[in-house]
């Protein structure tokens, strides 16, 4: 009887992923018969669901897809699932006939006012993961073993003795396995320096400093009721510290019958701190449209499609962001941009608008060709209403459209002044979700949307230069494209403008500067002339950076120094060496390359530790993907376990 054995370090969606494959396979070995699996799942959390999506948490944190996107199970891409038809969606309506026995009571409400096209909670997801997880060991074929081991692994040694690897746990151990799959999804980051001593300065001085975590692990308690919290970072955590410190705490949105935008009215508990946001932009993501589909069915990437990348990598180039992907991305995005507003706005633009834009579009598709820009500029001035060009940069920007007026120190002279600009792009931004496929700057974004997708499979193809990795996908694309395509569901954008007029939220402008005087917080910006805010409480609105140098994690920091993984070094453009976030590993299925940079047997690495050679790794497999990014999960998951039973 041959036996194999794997550790599952993190039993959360990856983790699960790695065991569905593993049992997939086994399911279509016709010799499984004769042999045995183990499979050893190492999570304090249930498995499943894991840290991020546990089921207790509140049912204000929202996924930031719709219903019809996430999944555990494949539906594409590799060989039959281990169970059939459990994408999220299907699990969804499933409910509806035949509930599952182990939803609760909050599950049952939601599900039964959740659609295809509505945003589930976490929680709910969570309970997706648990049940997939049921199937999954229920459904195990024979000679499979699945325990699960409510601990954290410290530490994981080579066992140069018998081979393999022994585990060793928090709470004893140490357990010997021949293959250790390493899925550890978010794990606790050192603070930065700036971090810390606003930390330790926050502790000398008797004030609240809440750092970067996964928003269900903190304590929003502590934030007291009247005060003022300064909130820094207005992404999708922004959303989820504002639902725990309103809505949370009894506050409720009535409708109020009004237009996209203003459509709600907040009523206070009386129990909501005065919130005040900051951000770079000066203005939190903009929303996602309301679609029926992930990307936009009116938007087709003519340019930036997968064959197109696949026509790089099949002249044996390696691809430069901005020499290469850019130009093409760009013309879809124009393209999706100027055909929506001809459809929806004819009166904005010539009847000679698109067929001349097409024909300028296909005009010198990488860089080089410096009048095509003025071209392009002389074309649309001629053509399109003055109001109605499109401005990239302004999007990302979008209080920049404010000028600073001759004489004046700042250009909003006031924090009301600034509050009135904001809400007004809140407004706006809400309006254009509420018109989905017929907003031009929405679709212009579900073009860069789409893009994003097939970019991430020419990163995870290892098909663009490190130079142009650093300086250009990561130095300026990245904070573009999210801040206009990663934003919360519509209906976070009304509930906010409505916490504005509410006098609940305020904003403190662009470029803020945070800092501990005087016994307080202060914020300021140098857009606004006005007194600095100040406060006894801020709140770091992040994430806890995805980077193994930095991590928290006691397995992280032993597998460093043991020499088991290396983060990845990268060449700039400039020749210097620089020390990325990610681990240092081989060709899927992913082995880790030690500090000698051999790859390490029987170890493998899936999931946001990936960050050095995928773009993107947190977001969920998707259903019905449309592009290979959408799976690549799925795949990953697969090529490990695939290699793990010698398929």
């Given at each position: 009887?041959?036996?194999?054995?794997?550790?599952?370090?993190?039993?959360?969606?990856?983790?699960?992923?790695?065991?569905?494959?593993?049992?997939?396979?086994?399911?279509?070995?016709?010799?499984?018969?004769?042999?045995?699996?183990?499979?050893?799942?190492?999570?304090?959390?249930?498995?499943?669901?894991?840290?991020?999506?546990?089921?207790?948490?509140?049912?204000?944190?929202?996924?930031?897809?719709?219903?019809?996107?996430?999944?555990?199970?494949?539906?594409?891409?590799?060989?039959?699932?281990?169970?059939?038809?459990?994408?999220?969606?299907?699990?969804?309506?499933?409910?509806?006939?035949?509930?599952?026995?182990?939803l609760s009571d909050g599950d049952a409400h939601e599900l039964r006012q959740l659609g295809a096209n509505g945003f589930p909670s976490r929680a709910l997801y969570g309970r997706?993961?648990?049940?997939?997880?049921?199937?999954?060991?229920?459904?195990?074929?024979?000679?499979?073993?699945?325990?699960?081991?409510?601990?954290?692994?410290?530490?994981?040694?080579?066992?140069?003795?018998?081979?393999?690897?022994?585990?060793?746990?928090?709470?004893?151990?140490?357990?010997?396995?021949?293959?250790?799959?390493?899925?550890l999804g978010h794990v606790e980051s050192k603070l930065s320096a700036a971090q810390a001593g606003l930390r330790d300065e926050a502790r000398a001085h008797g004030l609240t400093?809440?750092?970067?975590?996964?928003?269900?692990?903190?304590?929003?308690?502590?934030?007291?009721?009247?005060?003022?919290?300064?909130?820094?970072?207005?992404?999708?955590?922004?959303?989820?510290?504002?639902?725990?410190?309103?809505?949370?705490?009894?506050?409720?949105?009535?409708?109020?019958?009004?237009?996209?935008?203003?459509?709600?009215?907040?009523?206070?508990?009386?129990?909501?701190?005065?919130?005040?946001?900051?951000?770079?932009?000066?203005?939190?993501?903009?929303?996602?449209?309301?679609?029926?589909?992930?990307?936009?069915?009116?938007?087709?990437?003519?340019?930036?499609?997968?064959?197109?990348?696949?026509?790089?990598?099949?002249?044996?180039?390696?691809?430069?962001?901005?020499?290469?992907?850019?130009?093409?991305?760009?013309?879809?995005?124009?393209?999706?941009?100027?055909?929506?507003?001809?459809?929806?706005?004819?009166?904005?633009?010539?009847?000679?608008?698109?067929?001349?834009?097409?024909?300028?579009?296909?005009?010198?598709?990488?860089?080089?060709?410096?009048?095509?820009?003025?071209r392009l500029k002389a074309l649309l001035e001629e053509l399109v209403q003055a109001d109605h060009v499109l401005d990239l940069q302004g999007l990302a920007r979008p209080l920049?459209?404010?000028?600073?007026?001759?004489?004046?120190?700042?250009?909003?002279?006031?924090?009301?002044?600034?509050?009135?600009?904001?809400?007004?792009?809140?407004?706006?931004?809400?309006?254009?979700?509420?018109?989905?496929?017929?907003?031009?700057?929405?679709?212009?974004?579900?073009?860069?949307?789409?893009?994003?997708?097939?970019?991430?499979?020419?990163?995870?193809?290892?098909?663009?230069?490190?130079?142009?990795?650093?300086?250009?996908?990561?130095?300026?694309?990245?904070?573009?494209?999210?801040?206009?395509?990663?934003?919360?569901?519509?209906?976070?954008?009304?509930?906010?403008?409505?916490?504005?007029?509410?006098?609940?939220?305020?904003?403190?402008?662009?470029?803020?500067?945070?800092?501990?005087?005087?016994?307080?917080?202060?914020?300021?910006?140098?857009?606004?002339?006005?007194?600095?805010?100040?406060?006894?409480?801020?709140?770091?609105?992040?994430?806890?950076?995805?980077?193994?140098?930095?991590?928290?994690?006691?397995?992280?920091?032993?597998?460093?120094?043991?020499?088991?993984?290396?983060?990845?070094?990268?060449?700039?453009?400039?020749?210097?060496?620089?020390?990325?976030?990610?681990?240092?590993?081989?060709?899927?299925?992913?082995?880790?390359?030690?500090?000698?940079?051999?790859?390490?047997?029987?170890?493998?690495?899936?999931?946001?530790?990936?960050?050095?050679?995928?773009?993107?790794?947190?977001?969920?497999?998707?259903?019905?993907?449309?592009?290979?990014?959408?799976?690549?999960?799925?795949?990953?998951?697969?090529?490990?376990?695939?290699?793990?039973?010698?398929?």
């Open positions: 009887m041959v036996r194999t054995s794997v550790a599952i370090v993190g039993a959360g969606p990856r983790g699960t992923s790695v065991m569905e494959r593993l049992l997939a396979h086994r399911a279509q070995d016709p010799l499984a018969g004769t042999s045995e699996l183990h499979i050893h799942l190492i999570d304090p959390f249930e498995p499943g669901a894991g840290h991020v999506w546990r089921v207790e948490q509140s049912r204000l944190y929202l996924m930031n897809t719709q219903s019809f996107f996430p999944t555990v199970i494949p539906d594409q891409g590799v060989g039959a699932p281990a169970v059939a038809g459990c994408t999220f969606n299907a699990w969804r309506a499933a409910q509806a006939a035949s509930p599952w026995g182990g997706y993961l648990r049940w997939c997880f049921e199937q999954l060991r229920r459904n195990a074929p024979a000679g499979t073993h699945i325990t699960h081991h409510r601990s954290e692994a410290k530490r994981v040694v080579k066992n140069h003795a018998e081979g393999g690897f022994d585990v060793v746990l928090h709470d004893g151990g140490p357990l010997h396995v021949e293959n250790v799959v390493l899925a400093y809440l750092p970067p975590a996964v928003p269900n692990d903190v304590d929003w308690d502590a934030l007291p009721a009247g005060e003022t919290v300064l909130v820094r970072g207005m992404g999708l955590n922004f959303f989820d510290v504002l639902g725990q410190l309103t809505e949370h705490r009894g506050g409720r949105f009535e409708s109020t019958g009004g237009p996209a935008g203003e459509s709600l009215r907040y009523v206070p508990s009386g129990r909501e701190p005065v919130i005040v946001g900051a951000s770079r932009r000066g203005t939190p993501y903009r929303a996602k449209a309301e679609l029926q589909s992930y990307y936009p069915r009116s938007v087709s990437l003519r340019f930036l499609g997968e064959d197109a990348v696949a026509a790089i990598a099949a002249r044996g180039e390696t691809a430069g962001f901005d020499h290469d992907i850019w130009p093409l991305l760009y013309r879809d995005t124009l393209w999706a941009y100027y055909t929506t507003l001809a459809r929806t706005r004819p009166e904005a633009v010539s009847a000679r608008l698109l067929p001349e834009l097409d024909a300028l579009l296909h005009e010198g598709l990488r860089f080089g060709d410096p009048g095509w820009a003025a920049a459209r404010h000028p600073l007026r001759a004489g004046a120190a700042a250009r909003f002279s006031s924090h009301a002044q600034m509050d009135a600009a904001v809400l007004e792009y809140l407004v706006a931004d809400a309006a254009g979700s509420a018109l989905g496929e017929d907003d031009p700057v929405k679709m212009a974004i579900g073009a860069l949307n789409a893009g994003r997708a097939v970019v991430k499979s020419l990163v995870a193809d290892r098909g663009i230069t490190q130079a142009s990795w650093l300086g250009e996908l990561r130095g300026w694309f990245e904070g573009f494209v999210e801040g206009l395509a990663s934003g919360p569901p519509a209906v976070r954008m009304e509930q906010l403008a409505a916490l504005v007029r509410a006098g609940v939220v305020h904003f403190s402008g662009p470029d803020p500067v945070v800092r501990l005087q005087h016994g307080v917080f202060t914020l300021r910006s140098p857009w606004v002339a006005d007194a600095p805010w100040e406060a006894r409480h801020l709140v770091e609105a992040f994430a806890p950076a995805n980077n193994v140098q930095f991590s928290a994690s006691l397995l992280v920091r032993n597998l460093l120094a043991d020499g088991l993984i290396r983060p990845l070094l990268m060449l700039a453009s400039d020749g210097q060496p620089v020390t990325t976030s990610g681990v240092d590993v081989t060709e899927p299925p992913y082995r880790p390359l030690d500090g000698t940079g051999v790859p390490v047997p029987g170890m493998y690495l899936l999931g946001l530790q990936l960050s050095s050679v995928q773009w993107g790794t947190a977001i969920a497999a998707e259903a019905d993907a449309k592009y290979r990014s959408g799976y690549r999960t799925i795949l990953d998951a697969d090529a490990i376990a695939a290699d793990i039973l010698g398929c």
